[in-house]
T-cell receptor, first 112, second 112 residues
Framework: DGGITQSPKYLFRKEGQNVTLSCEQN?????MYWYRQDPGQGLRLIYY???????QKGDIAEGYSVSREKKESFPLTVTSAQKNPTAFYLC???????????FGQGTRLTVV | QKEVEQDPGPLSVPEGAIVSLNCTYS??????FMWYRQYSRKGPELLMY????GNKEDGRFTAQVDKSSKYISLFIRDSQPSDSATYLC????????????FGAGTILRVKS
């Protein structure tokens, strides 16, 4: 059953903590993406990777970091430098240039 | 001015109505267009993908693209309460590779 799996579904972070969100895909897609969704603002691109061991900053990369050591995995770390991390985080993947993207079910991160 | 403008709604219609959802864009480099449906606390689900001006139909859904006016639409026929969701338009600008640019989303409510 092909798809994109994000975990955990809910995550709570204390002030000053780093947390890592998992994203795994078994679609054999080359490109993977992380988006942040806030109410009324649509989706904003955090980081993207078009090939293993390479990634680029999106529009709101500050306070986040990623790695792409395997084709199927693209974890996102929300660092303590991200001052307003409470949001819904979505991972997506696609086959490359100009193809449609598919999304995971999201991780809701809350600062406590 | 945002690259992609989408009325956030909410748009409320009675069951069985024809729904029209719209996005306008400013960048003439956008060539590929998508519509996603997102239920509350879920990831976006791809509904339609098109790259040509004109209409594309899939079941109750019709996507319309007018590149000369920089305007895209999604029509839903015989709307059902299960269509109640947020609808996101997305587009790909050629010069940025495969980075999707999203509208803010329109909340649709279909009343039974």
């Amino acid at each position: 059953d092909g798809g994109i799996t994000q975990s955990p579904k809910y995550l709570f972070r204390k002030e000053g903590q780093n947390v890592t969100l998992s994203c795994e895909q078994n679609l054999n897609h080359d490109a993977m993406y992380w988006y942040r969704q806030d109410p009324g603002q649509g989706l904003r691109l955090i980081y993207y990777s078009q090939i293993v061991n390479d990634f680029q900053k999106g529009d709101i990369a500050e306070g986040y970091s990623v790695s792409r050591e395997k084709k199927e995995s693209f974890p996102l770390t929300v660092t303590s430098a991200q001052k307003n991390p409470t949001a819904f985080y979505l991972c997506a993947s696609d086959r490359g240039m100009n193809t449609e993207a598919f999304f995971g079910q999201g991780t809701r991160l809350t600062v406590v | 001015q945002k690259e992609v403008e989408q009325d956030p709604g909410p748009l409320s219609v009675p069951e069985g109505a024809i729904v029209s959802l719209n996005c306008t864009y400013s960048n003439s480099a956008f060539q590929y267009f998508m519509w996603y449906r997102q239920y509350s606390r879920k990831g976006p689900e791809l509904l339609m993908y098109t790259y040509s001006s004109g209409n594309k139909e899939d079941g109750r859904f019709t996507a319309q693209v007018d590149k000369s006016s920089k305007y895209i639409s999604l029509f839903i026929r015989d709307s059902q309460p299960s269509d109640s969701a947020t609808y996101l338009c997305a587009m790909i600008p050629m010069e940025y590779g495969n980075k999707l640019v999203f509208g803010a989303g329109t909340i649709l409510r279909v009343k039974s």
